[in-house]
């Protein structure tokens, strides 16, 4: 199947639902699936982005822009998600968890609004991966239309170059618990943190990044091209990561990879996989 077939099956599995609530987050992802849905429905469809204390704030600042100037109806809804006790104490199961409270959110919404259906930005390509998030928003009703069309990752950013979408190269992300290792618990303090690290990094010009956070120590995962900016500024990189309270930074040698909290995990143990 051509990319342009696959784009007219998903225009057509789109058009086909009569109203779409999509879940936002202003990521290559659902960002094209909203401008697409937009396209299609134009006043039945609308973006959703859950605003919790996983996300960061410059990053929920930069969607509603994106939503601004592409004209993408948007509301943020809380999700507060430090409230609930069995996702603060970050079992392995944590992000399966996570994504059962999100859907019953969205659901919620979408039943006020009276619309037809949920979707979500999940594509071929994670499905190479294990994402209990997946499992979790499809036991809920919640579709995946890119699935649907057999789009993969880079047909998405494809598609999204060829639409003029600002965001067609931007890094995969994913929630700050993330960082987290499982059975430590998540709290605003740990979260900020690391917040606050991976944003500094950031300005250094460093794109695809994490800061994995155990216990007072900084495990910075990086690209082997981004490499030399840490090195060549290690002294400051040290100085601000302990005024945010780290006490020692490293260097993973490995270099950025998903899923990195997961290796320690049996491999029988599948529920809590993260990015």
């Given at each position: 199947?051509?990319?342009?077939?696959?784009?007219?099956?998903?225009?057509?599995?789109?058009?086909?639902?009569?109203?779409?609530?999509?879940?936002?987050s202003?990521?290559?992802?659902?960002?094209?699936?909203?401008d697409?849905?937009?396209?299609?429905?134009?006043?039945?469809?609308?973006?959703?982005?859950?605003?919790?204390?996983?996300?960061?704030?410059?990053a929920?600042?930069?969607?509603?822009?994106?939503?601004?100037?592409?004209?993408?109806?948007?509301?943020?809804?809380s999700?507060?998600?430090?409230?609930d006790?069995?996702?603060?104490?970050?079992?392995?199961?944590?992000?399966y968890?996570?994504?059962?409270?999100?859907?019953?959110?969205?659901?919620?919404r979408a039943?006020?609004?009276?619309?037809?259906?949920?979707?979500?930005?999940?594509?071929?390509?994670?499905?190479?991966?294990?994402?209990?998030?997946?499992?979790?928003?499809?036991?809920?009703?919640?579709?995946?239309?890119f699935?649907?069309?057999?789009?993969?990752?880079?047909?998405?950013?494809?598609?999204?170059?060829?639409?003029?979408?600002?965001?067609?190269?931007?890094p995969?992300?994913?929630?700050?618990?993330?960082r987290?290792?499982?059975?430590?618990?998540?709290?605003?303090?740990?979260?900020?943190?690391?917040?606050?690290?991976?944003?500094?990094?950031?300005?250094?010009?460093?794109?695809?990044?994490?800061?994995?956070?155990?216990g007072?120590?900084?495990?910075?995962?990086?690209?082997?091209?981004?490499?030399?900016?840490?090195?060549?500024?290690?002294a400051?990189?040290?100085?601000?990561?302990?005024?945010?309270?780290?006490?020692?930074?490293?260097?993973?040698?490995?270099?950025?990879?998903?899923?990195s909290?997961?290796?320690?995990?049996?491999?029988?143990?599948?529920?809590?996989?993260?990015?």
């Amino acid at each position: 199947m051509t990319l342009s077939d696959k784009q007219k099956q998903l225009k057509a599995t789109i058009a086909g639902k009569g109203s779409m609530l999509v879940a936002y987050s202003g990521g290559v992802d659902s960002t094209l699936l909203a401008d697409i849905a937009h396209e299609m429905l134009q006043e039945k469809m609308r973006c959703v982005l859950l605003d919790s204390e996983v996300v960061p704030r410059a990053a929920v600042s930069d969607a509603k822009k994106l939503a601004g100037d592409l004209g993408l109806p948007l509301e943020v809804i809380s999700l507060p998600l430090l409230e609930d006790g069995i996702f603060c104490s970050n079992p392995d199961n944590r992000c399966y968890h996570c994504k059962k409270i999100s859907s019953q959110a969205l659901k919620k919404r979408a039943g006020e609004l009276g619309f037809a259906c949920i979707a979500d930005g999940m594509n071929v390509s994670d499905l190479g991966e294990h994402r209990p998030g997946l499992q979790a928003s499809t036991e809920e009703g919640i579709i995946h239309p890119f699935i649907e069309a057999a789009i993969t990752k880079l047909d998405i950013r494809a598609i999204a170059q060829d639409r003029g979408l600002p965001v067609w190269q931007k890094p995969s992300a994913a929630c700050l618990s993330s960082r987290i290792p499982y059975g430590n618990p998540i709290t605003r303090e740990n979260l900020g943190m690391i917040e606050v690290a991976e944003a500094y990094l950031s300005d250094l010009g460093i794109g695809q990044l994490r800061v994995r956070l155990h216990g007072t120590v900084a495990r910075i995962e990086v690209h082997n091209e981004d490499r030399d900016k840490i090195l060549g500024n290690t002294a400051a990189i040290v100085q601000e990561f302990r005024e945010i309270g780290f006490h020692y930074v490293t260097l993973d040698l490995e270099g950025y990879r998903t899923g990195s909290m997961d290796e320690v995990l049996e491999p029988a143990d599948e529920k809590g996989r993260q990015q």
